[in-house]
């Protein structure tokens, strides 16, 4: 059975090898090869079982990227400011680079470049934020197929019930929508931890209030592989060369 061709830049994301908006960019430079012969049209499509490569001077592209991590204060809004409130990025600068951390990498404004939020924290929430340039760490972290976990301390107020606790691990919808199964458990007398692998709006909350909880605290200390550790509340560092999530 013949595939059909398809887009160059979707199967260079679906293979991980950077973001949709990043291919069309390295195929107008002239920095992709199909089938070892360089490209550069826009929109042109290719077998999907076609060999592709970034030539030296775009994977030199990508390793000048950089991820920043961010202790997201409350208060600060994720993406876009609204509201009068301020974007998590504002955070981002010489005097707020944590002095502990372990990249070499050093700060320049050419770095806020197209640095996004991979993946929300509610403006009343605090704790562990990614922000990124890699389009290959956005699809890891928030792709549709994402299978990274995300970590949060959650204090509330009111009465859990075993059954409560139980709904909260697996059972809960929202939007209509079954959740995928979660591990919850408490940490605590008055603080539960939570391990999601989903990000729906505001979902921890929404689930608390399902079960008769308020939450009046809540903090994200781990992404995957990586963790909020030292890192001091309204600071930041870059993610290192050999971390991964």
């Not at 707020?96 to 700060?107: A, G, I, L, N």
């Not at 197209?114 to 929300?120: D, N």
């Not at 929508?177 to 939570?194: E, I, T």
């Amino acid at each position: 059975m013949t595939m059909e061709p398809q887009r160059l830049s979707k199967i260079m994301a679906q293979r991980g090898m950077c973001s949709r908006r990043e291919a069309d960019r390295y195929i107008e430079q002239g920095l992709v090869q199909v089938d070892g012969e360089a490209v550069s049209t826009l929109g042109m499509k290719v077998s999907p079982d076609a060999q592709i490569e970034l030539a030296s001077e775009g994977l030199k592209q990508q390793d000048r990227q950089v991820t920043i991590l961010i202790n997201k204060p409350i208060g600060y809004v994720s993406g876009q400011p609204e509201d009068g409130y301020k974007a998590a990025v504002s955070i981002i600068g010489n005097k707020s680079h944590w002095r502990e951390d372990p990249s070499k990498r050093k700060f320049n404004f050419g770095q806020l470049k197209g640095l996004a939020p991979a993946g929300r924290l509610d403006i009343d929430s605090n704790g562990l934020l990614v922000l990124t340039q890699d389009g290959r760490i956005a699809r890891q972290l928030i792709g549709e197929d994402s299978s990274v976990d995300k970590e949060y301390l959650v204090r509330v107020t009111g009465h859990l019930s075993e059954q409560g606790l139980k709904l909260l691990n697996h059972g809960l919808s929202l939007d209509g929508k079954k959740l995928k199964p979660a591990q919850v458990s408490w940490q605590n007398k008055d603080q539960l931890r939570f391990i999601l692998r989903e990000g729906k709006k505001r979902q921890i909350r929404r689930m608390c209030e399902l079960v008769d909880l308020n939450v009046v605290g809540l903090k994200r200390i781990r992404i995957g592989k990586i963790v909020l550790g030292n890192l001091p509340d309204g600071q930041w560092r870059y993610l290192g060369e050999n971390e991964k999530f």
